[in-house]
């Protein structure tokens, strides 16, 4: 079992930066993979970036050059650093735990983050 709580959203001008923040409560954290999705009204939750136990990586097209994820295990925390906003960025930001065996997935509650042009 693994809960999430993201915080770090907010609003913020287009060329700006946000530091999102997943802190995890659970024995297994770093036996997981870490994903942020997000979603726009609308629209399919798609994921951004990943990084998984080992510390590969993962970029989507859009969030690649200005989008870092990083993980604390010690913290149980993962962060996601990100720069350049643009307003196509607006979204609710939702932080994903996948457990491969059994496989299973986690999801915090999500943080919005608006970017105004």
């Known amino acids: 079992q693994i809960e999430l709580v993201e915080s770090g959203g907010g609003l913020v001008q287009a060329g700006g930066s946000l530091r999102l923040s997943c802190a995890a409560a659970g024995r297994i954290f770093s036996s997981v993979a870490i994903g942020w999705f997000r979603q726009a009204p609308g629209k399919e939750r798609e994921i951004v970036c990943g990084?998984?136990?080992?510390?590969?990586?993962y970029y989507s097209e859009s969030a690649k050059g200005r989008f870092a994820i990083s993980r604390d295990n010690a913290e149980q925390t993962v962060y996601l650093q990100m720069n350049s906003l643009k307003p196509e960025d607006t979204a609710v930001y939702y932080c994903?735990?996948?457990?491969?065996?059994?496989?299973?997935?986690?999801w915090g509650q999500g943080t919005q983050v608006t970017v105004s042009s």
């Open positions: 990084i998984n136990r080992r510390g590969g990586l």
């Open positions: 994903n735990a996948h457990r491969v065996l059994p496989p299973r997935d986690y």
